[in-house]
């Protein structure tokens, strides 16, 4: 019979002060940069992507409109989106970095860092924070970030906020089977869901549908 001589649970008690001192240091840091906006997407875009520039020409847009800008805080589209922001904007440019075994380096166009070791901590911050989310093409972590933030907006746990997809040729054929398979073969989800996302290529598209829709959080803030 198998025996784990290393059962991380038996620390779990001692782990909760951990997970409570990143929820503590991420509320206190976080409550400053509303109104924000989030930008999830690969780590591995390289700069000579259109998928990169579209995140800075986002990000660039956004903080001349006066959001501030949340990312994961590593290479690629995080960078992309990070750089957009501090170079075109006076806001705040956020890195989220998450504690990795290959070891994330922070992208160097952050203005305010934090580090999680939780995943869970991390996208807390993401979700709470955030207006709007700008879903660049990504791996298993974007499609992660994504679908939580589709589930929390489905089911109210957070209030509706745009949802953008930016990239037509990477994202149709998942949305696709979202309405064909999920929907209209299996009826898992209704058909309103379908009206939590929008998908384009257009920067200013997904700028202008932000600003339409979190503009009065903006108004509110500033006042």
Not at 184 to 207: C, F, G, R
Request: charged letters at 25%.
């Amino acid at each position: 019979m198998f025996e784990q001589t290393n059962d991380f649970r038996s620390n779990d008690p001692w782990r909760m002060f951990r997970i409570m001192a990143e929820f503590v240091e991420g509320f206190e840091e976080m409550a400053k940069i509303c109104p924000a906006v989030s930008i999830f997407g690969s780590a591995r875009t390289s700069p000579e992507s259109k998928y990169y520039q579209w995140a800075e020409e986002c990000a660039g847009l956004l903080a001349e409109a006066r959001f501030n800008i949340i990312t994961g805080g590593g290479p690629g589209i995080m960078e992309a989106a990070n750089k957009g922001a501090k170079e075109r904007g006076k806001g705040i440019s956020v890195g989220l970095n998450i504690d990795l075994p290959f070891e994330q380096q922070p992208n160097p166009y952050i203005t305010k860092e934090l580090t999680f070791r939780y995943f869970f901590c991390r996208k807390v911050m993401f979700s709470k924070y955030s207006c709007a989310i700008i879903v660049m093409p990504g791996g298993f972590g974007t499609l992660d970030e994504m679908f939580e933030n589709l589930t929390l907006v489905q089911t109210r746990k957070i209030p509706a906020m745009p949802i953008i997809f930016m990239g037509t040729d990477y994202w149709k054929g998942l949305l696709d089977w979202v309405k064909e398979i999920m929907l209209e073969k299996e009826h898992n989800i209704s058909a309103e869901d379908l009206d939590l996302y929008t998908l384009t290529d257009d920067p200013q598209v997904a700028v202008d549908t932000i600003i339409r829709t979190c503009g009065a959080r903006l108004n509110t803030v500033e006042s």
